[in-house]
């Protein structure tokens, strides 16, 4: 009997253990639609490609294949691209060299990895100027998209919410509320890594600085779910 139940736990552990790296290894791109109020119509089909937390993961040829086959507007590298233990810049280079539309590629730091953007100096890092000369738009505050005199705004979320929230300063702040001003009443998109609960987007909305509003949020960190049950598909994320 005992013999049996070692040998069912052996089977058990061979096929988890099958399963999670192929579950790892396979690419899949999830299509989600938004809508958001009041957006121009010159925006109606606008694409975002959200691309988050490989962290030195190089999937190769079958990753190339799935983002050349989307039909986007803009790539959002929504951090932790890289980790700080094995940084390792060909990765990112890998992944970005084998890109056929670079048109629009938005880059903001995970909260693992090297930085791009010296929060003391308000300077570029080393880093940042390789992932510029990638060809990546360094997220530092604002960005605005136009077409036919529509713009839509995207933002650094990660910095608001700091600033906001958790009382840090930067030397940029000045700057980056001035910036934020110019949005008004356009589209504002959030570009961030890490996401906050309702109860902070509700804050910030209260909040007296007034332009510090979101339309919509992109953001990475949860790995697609923190607790994912196997064969069910089911992912399941903190509030």
């Known amino acids: 009997m005992t013999l049996i139940l070692i040998i069912a736990l052996i089977i058990c552990i061979s096929i988890f253990t099958v399963y999670v790296t192929l579950d790892n290894n396979k690419v899949n791109v999830k299509y989600n639609d938004v809508y958001i109020e009041n957006l121009p119509v010159e925006f109606n089909t606008y694409t975002i490609l959200q691309m988050t937390d490989l962290h030195s993961k190089e999937f190769g040829k079958v990753l190339y294949d799935k983002i050349n086959n989307v039909n986007y507007d803009m790539i959002a590298f929504t951090g932790d691209m890289i980790n700080?233990?094995?940084?390792?810049?060909?990765?990112?280079?890998?992944?970005?060299?084998?890109?056929?539309?670079?048109?629009?590629?938005i880059y903001v730091d995970g909260n693992n990895g090297p930085k791009t953007y010296n929060e003391n100096n308000n300077k570029v890092t080393d880093f940042g100027e390789e992932?510029?000369?990638?060809?990546?738009?360094?997220?530092?505050?604002?960005?605005?998209?136009?077409?036919?005199?529509?713009?839509?705004?995207?933002?650094?979320?990660?910095?608001?919410?700091?600033?906001?929230?958790?009382?840090?300063?930067y030397y940029y702040e000045d700057k980056f509320k001035q910036k934020f001003s110019l949005i008004g009443n356009d589209i504002s998109i959030g570009i961030g890594h890490e996401p906050v609960n309702k109860s902070i987007i509700k804050w910030i909305a209260m909040n007296k600085i007034r332009y510090y509003k979101y339309d919509l949020i992109i953001a990475g960190h949860y790995h697609g779910g923190q607790i994912r049950i196997p064969f069910v598909r089911s992912n399941v994320c903190a509030n």
């Open 84 to 105: 700080n233990k094995d940084f390792n810049m060909q990765t990112l280079k890998n992944l970005v060299s084998n890109i056929k539309n670079k048109g629009t590629m």
């Open 131 to 169: 992932v510029e000369e990638l060809g990546c738009t360094l997220l530092k505050d604002t960005y605005c998209i136009e077409k036919n005199n529509c713009r839509i705004w995207l933002s650094n979320f990660d910095i608001a919410t700091k600033m906001i929230c958790y009382g840090k300063k």
